[in-house]
């Protein structure tokens, strides 16, 4: 699933708007946290992962699944490319380490594709 598929399916969870709610000023932050809960379905059921991931059991890896930062980085290049995504939102990418409490901003915030505001490509 697309993590822009997955934002939709998140805000129709939540009773919102069936398509994410992006306006062309949304704050979008790519947040992931170490130790992650997913990491123990990679190391004893990564077919399982595989399948809901929509990827190769053997293309976990390129997934970034055990890294923080790296999985971080791959949603923000997912939402940077997206078309999806109205140009002009602002993207951040943090990890929240969750021995210490504390949130790392690892890319400080940008604008997406401002070409893309208001429909105008």
């Not at 993590?3 to 708007?17: D, E, I, K, Y």
């Not at 709610?21 to 059921?45: E, M, P, Q, V, W």
């Not at 939402?79 to 021995?99: C, E, F, I």
């Amino acid at each position: 699933m697309s993590l822009v598929a997955t934002c939709g399916w998140t805000s129709t969870t939540a009773n919102c708007p069936s398509r994410p709610n992006f306006g062309s000023d949304s704050i979008l932050i790519a947040l992931h946290r170490t130790d992650c809960g997913i990491k123990h379905c990679y190391h004893h059921a990564p077919k399982l992962l595989a399948q809901q991931a929509g990827v190769a059991q053997e293309e976990l890896d390129s997934l970034a699944i055990t890294a923080a930062h790296g999985a971080v980085a791959l949603d923000v290049a997912a939402l940077t490319a997206s078309k999806d995504v109205p140009g002009g939102n602002t993207v951040s990418r943090a990890v929240y380490d969750v021995a210490t409490g504390k949130v790392e901003i690892v890319v400080a915030p940008v604008r997406l594709h401002p070409e893309y505001i208001s429909g105008v490509h």
